[in-house]
Structures are given as structure tokens and as C-alpha cells.
T-cell receptor, first 114, second 111 residues
């Protein structure tokens, strides 16, 4: 079974631009969560989607948004990029939205904002 | 305020040594998970502990959940270079909420 895939793996943008990241979950998984990982703050939860509906949202500004499609693929968008948005963005999928279910992480998208 | 505090932040040891890393909280967790993350990859789940006092072993790795379910430890016996990575603990803060993660312990095992 293929794992979680994320595209692109690396991205360089400049301040003020916007970016869209993509995540394809494990086949059959309906829950997709997004995390931001930085050296200073560690892994921080952005949002979770289940069956195209946002189930939970972390404490991030409205510039961060996401969506999930009917095939469970998910995208996240960051508008008006700031230097502090430079981070590894991780996507994780699981079979249901239950918090005890195992999450499987993708390799991440490394975003650098110049 | 970090809900899960991990210590030490960094650890560099020689191959063959033993080590313990810690994950502490002032809050009770229904379960805690341990992940290992290698450079260029996402975290990979190692174990989930759910019962206070529970001990789980995974080859040379021993995981313990505190009796009060507020802390956990990971002990590695005879560390090998392949154990190098970022070790993260995580747990659901309450109910069906998303996982909260500690900032991790970055382990380097030198051959």
C-alpha cells in the first residue's frame, strides 16, 4: 500500500506570495491533518479534514487555509507569505477521525520564504 | 506553554551506551505516542501507551507510561547509529482533539 505523498517536496517563495501544498493520503484513509514543524516551536497542528469537512483547526491566522476533495486528497494554502512561514509542512492521514487511530505522516514539504 | 515537555533537547552518545529520554506534562493524557523522525522524512510511530504504569518493549527500546498518565520515558539499550533521529512524544490533550507534540529530543549516536 502506498504511503502518504506530498508535493512538492521543496519550495522557495518570496514574501507576499501565496503557496499551495498538496497531500495524497493512504488509500482508504478519510482523515487528513496538516502540521507545521519549525525548530523553535516543534510540530504544531494546523487543521484536520474528514470527508471534505474541516473537523479541527489549530491556532493559526486566517492566511492558512485548506480543503479536502472527494477522493480524500487535501491541499493547504498560505497567502501573503511571511518569513516566519518558513517551515516543514507535514501531512498525516488515518482511517478515521478518532484521536487514538494511528497517524501516518508524509515526508513533508520544505517551504522557504525569502 | 508547552503541554508536553521533552528532555533532554539534544543528546550525543557513543555507540553501545544506554540512554533515557523523558516526556513530561502537568496534564493527564489518555494515551501517549512516541515517534522517530529522520532527516527528510515525516515522523514514524514507534509505540502507543494507554495504561498508567504500562511498559512496552520494541527490541532495544523500552517505553514506560507513568502511573498518573502525566509522563512517559523511552530507554534505549546499547544505542546504535541507526537510532539517530528526532524522538517525539505526542498525545491527545482531551477527548477527540488533535495530537499535541513535544518539541522532541534530537539523538545522535556516534560510531
Amino acid at each position: 500500500k502506498a504511503g502518504v505523498t506530498q508535493t512538492p517536496r521543496y519550495l522557495i517563495k518570496t514574501r507576499g506570495q501565496q503557496v499551495t501544498l498538496s497531500c495524497s493520503p493512504i488509500s482508504g484513509h478519510r482523515s487528513v491533518s496538516w502540521y507545521q514543524q519549525t525548530p523553535g516551536q516543534g510540530l504544531q497542528f494546523l487543521f484536520e479534514y474528514f470527508s471534505e469537512t474541516q473537523r479541527n483547526k489549530g491556532n493559526f491566522p486566517g492566511r492558512f487555509s485548506g480543503r479536502q476533495f472527494s477522493n480524500s486528497r487535501s491541499e493547504m494554502n498560505v497567502s501573503t507569505l511571511e518569513l516566519g512561514d518558513s517551515a516543514l509542512y507535514l501531512c498525516a492521514s488515518r482511517g478515521s477521525s478518532g484521536s487514538t487511530d494511528t497517524q501516518y505522516f508524509g515526508p513533508g514539504t520544505r517551504l522557504t520564504v525569502l | 506553554t508547552q503541554l508536553l515537555e521533552q528532555s533532554p533537547q539534544f543528546l550525543s552518545i557513543q555507540e553501545g551506551e544506554n540512554l533515557t529520554v523523558y516526556c513530561n506534562s502537568s496534564s493527564v493524557f489518555s494515551s501517549l505516542q512516541w515517534y522517530r523522525q529522520e532527516p527528510g522524512e515525516g515522523p514514524v510511530l514507534l509505540v502507543t501507551v494507554v495504561t498508567g504504569g504500562e511498559v512496552k518493549k520494541l527490541k532495544r527500546l523500552t517505553f514506560q507510561f507513568g502511573d498518573a498518565r502525566k509522563d512517559s520515558s523511552l530507554h534505549i539499550t546499547a544505542a546504535q547509529p541507526g537510532d539517530t533521529g528526532l524522538y517525539l512524544c505526542a498525545g491527545p490533550h482531551s477527548g477527540n482533539t488533535p495530537l499535541v507534540f513535544g518539541k522532541g529530543t534530537r539523538l545522535s549516536v556516534i560510531a
